[in-house]
Structures are given as structure tokens and as C-alpha cells.
């Protein structure tokens, strides 16, 4: 990658990506509003570390992207502040979530509402829009894809963010053609418990390491923010050192947002 990008981990499936000329925040989770909500509840969703950031402190950003409306992708209490910050930001969006939203982020947001294989370009940054399948491929009544993924190609280099997905056929095939650099992919995997309970899966970290086979890198995310919905990241590191035909970074999560200069 070359050394004018630089990508944060911010928890969760959140990430932070800066090139040389754009910023892009990707499903930030930076509040306890799950912790707020499921207070004395089975599951109580109190984060196993703090928010390496507060919206207060994050530098402008030119884009967000969110891939579904899951309140740890689609979180008012991050992406409302955010929005009354930077009132110009623009906000990537499944068109199936248009008004929830609209309710989360502020009603004068201006949204790109994007669906399942549509290519945009944003001064530069292309977009690739994936189909995702959060234990489902789900859509709206009006045919519009609930979850979704996003390619993003800056400066050269392709990243993948699957979103929050299980394996499937349709999907394997687009990343095959779309070849990223970088995959983005949950690890937290998934079982009927859990589904019993109303959370639903991801990629296990075997299958997402199998999918990974189409990039150069893997960025296990989803793991380490919620005690009952989590991966070891000791497996993590394991499957590093015993996968050679991939390399494998387990992130850490940042604290703080820079660039790394040229030559550093």
C-alpha cells in the first residue's frame, strides 16, 4: 500500500481511510448507545473497550459509508454529532434505509443512496456496491438490497469492506472480478443461539480467510467490542502465522488519526 494511504481501526466494523486527498469514515460505532438500549437485558452490549475516539476529535471527513442499518453500523449517537460537525459531509447509504437514516443522522443530511451493483464516483474515490448477507440476503418491498459491501478504490489501491455478511455464491464470484488489495471482513461468525437470541451472523474467521483469497491482505474486524458476539484474537494471530498464501493483520484499534507523511 502505498505510504500516502493510511487506514484506522476504530472497533467493530469501523474504519477510518485517508489518502493523500480524501477522508472516509466507514461504519463508526463511537458511542455506548447499545449499552444505553440493552441495559439489564441478557445481552447488555457494554463495549470491552472504550471508543479509541470521540467524534469531537476527528478531523473532517469528506465521506461516510454505511453498509446497513444495524445501530453498531448505523449509530445515531456517532453519526448524529458527526453530521451537526461537519455539515457538509456526504453519507453513502443503502437507498433501503433512506428515512432511518434520515432519523439517525439529521433530515437535512445529504445522502448518496446507493443499491447492489452500482459503480459511483466521488471526486476520485470509485465505489463498487456489493450485495451482503447478514444470515439473509434481504431486501426492502421495493426490491432494494438491506445489506450491503462497498469496494473502494483510492489512489490505486482496492479496498474491500464486505459489511456484515455470511458466504455466498454471488458474493465470492463479484469479489473474485472486483480482486481487491485489501479485504475488510468480519470474524465474529455466527450460531443459533445467537440467532435465537435476534443477532445475526458473519463470516467465521476459516471462511473469511477463504474468501480473503482473492486479495492480498486480510483486516479481520467485528471481533473485540461485544463480549457475546466476538472472536479470540489469539486464533487470529495463529491463523497469521499458519497461512502464508495471505497475510493476515489483526488491527489494533487506533488512537489517534494521522497520515503517515511520504517517506515515513
Known amino acids: 500500500m502505498p505510504n500516502h494511504l493510511a487506514l484506522f481501526w476504530l472497533g467493530q466494523a469501523g474504519f477510518w481511510l485517508e489518502s493523500s486527498t480524501k477522508r472516509v469514515l466507514i461504519d463508526p460505532y463511537l458511542s455506548d448507545s447499545l449499552a444505553h438500549k440493552y441495559d ?18 476527528l478531523p473532517e471527513i469528506d465521506y461516510v459509508l454505511i453498509t446497513h442499518a444495524h445501530t453498531d ?25 433512506e428515512d432511518l437514516a434520515r432519523e439517525r443522522i439529521g433530515q437535512a ?15 476520485g474515490l470509485q465505489i463498487k456496491v456489493f450485495p451482503a448477507a447478514h444470515e439473509a440476503e434481504e431486501l426492502d418491498a421495493l426490491g432494494r438490497h438491506k445489506f450491503l459491501g462497498y469496494g473502494i478504490e ?32 468480519p470474524v465474529n461468525g455466527r450460531d ?27 483486516i479481520p ?7 457475546f458476539n466476538t472472536e479470540d484474537p489469539a486464533k487470529i494471530d ?27
Open 221 to 227: 474486524h467485528h471481533w473485540g467490542m461485544f463480549s
Open 154 to 185: 483510492v489512489d490505486g489501491t482496492r479496498f474491500y469492506h464486505s459489511g456484515d455478511t455470511i458466504p455466498f455464491e454471488d458474493l465470492d464470484m463479484a469479489v473474485s472480478t472486483y480482486s481487491p488489495d485489501i479485504a475488510l471482513l
Open 73 to 97: 453500523h448505523l449509530d445515531p449517537d456517532t453519526l448524529g454529532p458527526l453530521f451537526e460537525r461537519f455539515p457538509k459531509v456526504r453519507f453513502v447509504v443503502p437507498a433501503s434505509c
Open 238 to 264: 495463529l491463523a497469521a502465522s499458519e497461512h502464508s498464501e495471505i497475510q493476515i493483520v489483526r488491527p489494533q484499534l487506533c488512537r489517534t488519526l494521522k497520515i503517515v507523511p511520504d517517506g515515513g
Open 40 to 57: 439489564g437485558k441478557k445481552h447488555d452490549h457494554q463495549r470491552m473497550a472504550p471508543p479509541p475516539i470521540i467524534v469531537g476529535e
Open 109 to 123: 443530511v445529504e445522502l448518496i443512496l446507493v443499491d447492489t451493483g452500482d459503480e459511483i464516483s466521488l471526486d
Open 192 to 218: 443459533a443461539e445467537r440467532l435465537a437470541d435476534g443477532i445475526p451472523g458473519n463470516l467465521t474467521l476459516d471462511e473469511a480467510i477463504f474468501f480473503a483469497r482473492h486479495a492480498k491482505i486480510l
